[in-house]
């Protein structure tokens, strides 16, 4: 049962691994997002505590057989967005991992544990662990990932010279790093992944194990990014995904139905699931840590060959919170990079990679304040915004300062540094402009962090944190949130074991409880998975498929519709505003196969059809009517008996040119049909023409514009300005499909005003017009040339509907007496559009 | 020319040819001609020392493992490669040995050619490294048994490294704010990706040997052992 899954095409693995063919509908009790630090340690720990568990993680499934030690070719398969992550003003490089076991993948495998002065501190601000917690669960996870102490022959000549230069300015407050690595070979290329499986990461240690124990039910879903968690009121009913293939465009969809859902994708992609769902907002984002870390390099005239050897194996921790200083501080650590990304440190210019053999490489992490925030971009992806402050531009002045001299000290010939307005010193007396670059003109300094901490900060007020004591979420009974974003300030050490410590401790609280969260019984939703339930989000192979292997569960009688055609609320048509669903019984609406191809997609737009049946005497009765013709063409529904398909329903038609044709149905439930279309020969002899799908239960995705129409009217509603802040996709609706998006807006206050902007292809935005209100109708500006009036209202937190009305506007007028996205009625040509929230 | 022929003798090279030879030293400093040769002596300046470590596959560090080193020359079974020591590994797996310049040196050889060759307990040859010339006088070995076995491929994770970097230049940009950057830095940050891929990596990479990559392209494609292998700097200060 346990296992992993993922789109790509993997084979000899160590775990159980299958490709996924198609979408994937789960249910289990918990349900992970992001395999990092924390999501494995609760994969790992809720599995076995008996609990069945989803885990999605975004990035691949790689092994140390995969792990070439070519930055060119490590960098995409393990790092977010291949190591190009920045922050907006793209001053600071995020590393990330992106890959089966997140970030420990590609780290240094430094190990500290939470200090004593940020315990003390978190508590203050609410976070509810005592330090017998802390340790126990530190000595646990030590315990698992083979913590151990650097031996003295493991630190190499560059981890040496910050040893000796350390000493030799005075400071005796330094200690080699403890590092979760059994037998380390000392390749030097932690960064990208270790090709030895020595280094202790999250997939050879905790994922590993509760994939191999016989009593776990772990499921393990890579290349799926996780992109919408659903809940109503404050239940969680589970996490909708989309497959990604390697250039990232969608494949499958996945959709986990869960009692409980942790995101643990680490501080920005948690932050930005979070805000992408509407969840804590104006909270999700604020209080944004990185450990901004300038380097500096020394150039020695021997050779250090800062290659060789475990790369960051000894800390100077005279100024830092490890050594008492409790407002900000830095800690001095060894470093150093492979090839590519050293010389993305470099200067472009200048030849300096060819002294590559004689650098002596440190680097000043900085405890930083929470001052960063994560907010979403008009495209819907996350930004980071990040500006250091005072403290922390003095922290890395003095800590830049002091490997400078440190390496001046030990005979280097000149010093590198990460400020592009002074990247090269000559001498010692050189250092005050460095320190004076550093805090006068910040823009200039480029900045690398590994540590982003903080944004959905833990904490027992409501009103200033996401997340409370627990973990959990204010607000929601089931959602938790677990990872270093739930941090209320920077750690100030390498965060990865208090991560795991964190998923220790949080897990075993949830495993404590479980019977408050087993007794809970959110719905069962099915989001836009290709199922025998909704088959019209399927392609034509699994229609097929599912046709072929699926009974008719019902006989004829259950086809017959409502006497009415015209809307009934709750007789004859109804709407779930939670799940954004109609049921419609004037007729069974018609779907084909949801393939892209231009004939499936032209014909859902041409030929777009429904069905309509009634009794008549002792038979049932129908009709087909495609939406944009005068064809009604009638029918008679007969239980049949068809070869190879068993009981089926038989729709036989009685004029030319559809006599040619019939139809066998399989009605999987009483709301949804299969169905496959026959031509040139009586039953059951006729040619297969195509599969088709008849539903009385659809997605506000498919809505007709009658839906449209009596939605607008009767169940949508004026709304407050504040309300509809954010990124909007627009569709237009006809009755046959919804078409693909065609405009984004935003919409922003500024001055106490509304204003809509337009987001162009996703990259320019333009526009930033006033928004007006009347009554209870919105008046946006108009986007097609005349002053058009465009009314809109809201359904949902995500979901509005608007309506551009006029005859005289040009495309309007274009457009009329045309059929498909067009409204005619009393108040002359409409075009309806829906609204949903993207951001 | 010497390339090729280093080249099938390392093809030829195959363990029951060793354990012939290695009956002819039977642990004993024999020079090629079979007579006695001086291990030690010399000054420290002339001295070559080897340390490492090996461990099983599953990382743990193992003992009384035999390791032996040797100087590769242009020789046959006749005129054997030269000996330069054998060590049993420790309890941390971990071994060391000193030669000197005695120990290889003829009328070819000015440096050592070192490669090692590590038995189990039972005296099966388990892994011969690949030879090397130039070393510094310090080397180190890291080794990990049962290391690289050929898988069936799949499909080639690599192929499109480049458009997916080309790709994550695209996301960047959508990561950042154009009005926020400053037009330097960005100008500079485009300079070293470019002079990463070009300048830089070739340099380093291709043309002056940069010595941290240590498995083939392919790792699972190709029969690979996991050794490391540095020559170490002298620490000088």
Redesign the interface.
């Known amino acids: 049962m346990s296992g992993i899954y993922g789109v ?5 693995r160590q775990e159980s691994y299958q490709i996924v063919e198609g979408d994937v509908l789960e249910e289990a009790d918990v349900c992970i997002i992001g395999s990092g630090a924390a999501g494995s340690v609760l994969a790992n720990k809720l599995s076995l505590a008996g609990r069945s568990v989803v885990l999605i993680e975004k990035g ?1 499934y ?1 092994e140390g ?9 490590m ?3 393990l790092w977010k ?6 922050t ?4 600071i490089a995020i590393a990330q991992g992106s890959c089966l076991g997140g970030s420990t993948v590609i780290n240094d495998a430094v190990c500290f544990s939470i200090p004593s002065i940020v315990k003390r501190e978190w508590r203050k601000l609410g976070v509810g662990i005592s330090d017998e917690e802390w340790q126990a669960a530190n000595m646990e996870v030590s315990e698992r990932l083979n913590v151990t102490e650097v031996r003295d ?1 493991e630190i190499n ?1 560059n981890n ?2 910050l040893k ?1 230069g350390s000493t030799l300015t005075g400071y005796e407050k330094q200690s080699p790093n403890s590092r979760n690595c ?8 932690c960064h990208l992944g270790c ?4 280094k202790q990461d999250m997939r050879v240690t905790y994922l590993h194990r509760a994939l191999n124990d016989p009593k776990s039910d772990l499921r393990i879903y890579c290349n799926c990014s996780a992109e919408k968690i659903s809940y109503t009121g404050g239940v969680v009913d589970g996490v909708e995904g989309d497959f990604l293939d ?3 465009s969608v494949v499958f969809k996945l959709r986990v139905n869960a009692r409980v859902v942790i995101v643990a994708a680490g501080s920005i992609a948690s932050t930005w699931l979070l805000q992408k769902s509407f969840i804590a907002e104006g909270r999700a984002g604020k209080g944004l840590s990185l450990h901004p870390a300038p380097f500096v390099i020394g150039d020695f005239p ?4 800062a ?3 475990a790369p960051m194996t000894y800390t100077l921790h005279e100024f830092g919170v490890t050594n008492g200083v409790d407002d900000g501080g830095f800690l001095i650590e060894s470093v150093f990079l ?3 990304q050293l ?2 440190a ?4 200048g ?1 300096l ?2 002294r ?2 004689n650098y002596a490489m440190a680097g000043v992490l900085v405890r930083d304040g929470p001052i960063g925030e994560v907010y979403l ?1 008009d ?1 819907g ?5 990040y500006r250091p402050g005072t403290k922390e531009l003095d922290a890395m002045a003095r800590g830049s300062e002091l490997i400078a001299r440190m390496w001046f000290r ?2 280097a010939t000149r010093v590198i540094t990460s400020h ?1 307005s002074k990247s090269i010193l000559k001498s010692a007396e050189e250092i005050p402009e460095l320190t004076e670059a550093i805090r006068g003109d910040p ?2 300094l ?1 900045l690398g962090s590994a540590h982003p901490q903080g944004g959905n900060r833990m904490g027992a007020d409501p009103r200033s944190s996401v997340v409370d004591p627990n973990g959990r979420v204010h607000g929601f009974s089931n959602l938790f949130v677990c990872d270093a974003s739930v941090f209320p300030t920077a750690v100030g050490v390498n965060p990865q074991l208090t991560v795991a410590a964190l998923a220790t401790i949080i897990s075993d609280r949830i495993n404590r409880r479980w019977e408050e969260f087993a007794s809970l019984r959110p719905p069962k939703r099915f989001g836009e998975v290709c199922s025998i339930s909704q088959p019209m989000y399927c392609k034509t192979e699994r229609l097929k498929d599912l046709f072929d292997k699926s009974k008719s569960e019902f006989g004829r009688d259950v086809l017959v519709n409502s006497s009415k055609m015209d809307i009934v609320d709750g007789e004859n048509w109804s709407f779930d505003i939670d799940d954004l669903t109609i049921w419609n019984d004037r007729y069974w609406k018609g779907f084909y196969a949801s393939d892209e191809d231009p004939l499936t997609k032209g014909l859902v737009y041409t030929l777009g059809f429904y069905k309509r049946f009634w009794r008549s005497g002792g038979s049932i009765r129908g009709e087909t009517h495609p939406y944009y013709s005068q064809i009604y063409a009638a029918n008679e529904a007969t239980d049949f008996e068809y070869p190879g398909h068993g009981d089926v329903t038989l729709l036989r038609y009685f004029d030319l040119p559809y006599r040619l044709f019939y139809d066998i149905l399989k009605i999987v439930d009483r709301d949804t049909l299969i169905g496959e279309a026959f031509g040139f020969g009586s039953p059951p002899k006729g040619k297969h023409v195509f599969y088709f799908i008849l539903s009385r239960r659809y997605k506000v995705d498919f809505m007709t514009q009658d839906d449209f129409n009596f939605i607008f009217s009767n169940k949508a509603r004026a709304f407050d300005p504040k309300e509809v802040l954010g990124v909007w996709e627009a569709r237009l609706v006809s009755d046959p499909a919804i078409s693909p998006v065609v405009f984004r807006f935003r919409y922003y206050m500024e001055g106490g005003r509304l204003m809509a902007r337009y987001i162009l292809g ?1 990259v320019l935005t333009i526009g930033g017009k006033e928004v007006e209100f009347d009554d209870d109708l919105m008046r946006e500006f108009d986007f097609l040339g005349k002053a058009k009036r465009s009314e809109i209202r809201m359904v949902s937190h995500d979901f509005m509907l608007g309506k551009l009305c006029g005859a005289d506007s040009p495309l309007l007028g274009i457009l009329k007496g045309s059929k498909g996205f067009i409204i005619q009625d009393e108040k002359g040509v409409c075009l309806p559009y829906v609204l949903r929230r993207v951001g | 020319m010497i390339y090729e022929i280093r080249h099938t003798r390392q093809d030829s090279f195959k363990p029951q040819n060793l354990t012939m030879l290695d009956s002819n030293f039977n642990g004993m400093m024999k020079d090629r001609f079979g007579g006695s040769k001086r291990v030690s002596s010399s000054s420290s300046e002339s001295r070559y020392r080897i340390t490492g470590r090996i461990r099983d596959r599953d990382n743990r560090t193992v003992e009384g493992y035999t390791v032996q080193a040797f100087d590769e020359d242009l020789g046959s079974r006749l005129n054997p490669d030269d000996l330069l020591g054998d060590v049993k590994t420790d309890k941390n797996g971990t071994f060391e040995m000193t030669f000197s310049k005695d120990a290889f040196e003829d009328w070819f050889d000015l440096d050592p050619d070192v490669y090692l060759v590590v038995k189990d307990r039972s005296g099966r040859v388990t892994i011969r490294t690949t030879g090397k010339k130039n070393t510094t006088k310090l080397m180190d070995f890291q080794i990990k048994l049962d290391g690289g076995e050929i898988r069936p491929p799949g499909r080639d994770p690599y192929k499109d490294s480049l458009l997916l970097m080309i790709r994550a230049l695209r996301d960047a940009g959508d990561a950042a704010d154009p009005f926020k950057g400053d037009a330097k830095v960005i100008f500079e940050l485009l300079m070293r990706v470019v002079a990463g891929w070009t300048v830089n990596r070739d340099e380093l990479v291709k043309l002056r040997g940069y010595d941290s990559i240590q498995v083939p392209k392919n790792p699972r494609g190709q029969k690979h052992h996991h050794v490391i292998r540095w020559d170490k700097p002298i620490y000088r200060i």
């Not at chain 1, 470099?346 to 210019?349: E, F, I, K, R, S």
């Open positions: 790509e095409d993997l084979w000899g691949g790689f057989d995969d792990m070439n030690q070519r930055d060119e070719e960098l995409p398969l967005n291949c190591g190009a992550n920045f907006d003003d793209l001053r022959d000549i040496n010279m000796r059994v037998s380390c070979m000392g390749c030097g290329l090709h030895y499986e020595t390697r250039m990232g021997f050779e250090i060959k290659n060789q050897g492979p090839p590519l010389s993305m470099l200067p472009a210019v030849g990679m060819k590559h053999g971009s495209l992806s996350p930004r980071v915004s030990q005979g592009l823009g200039r480029l996703g």
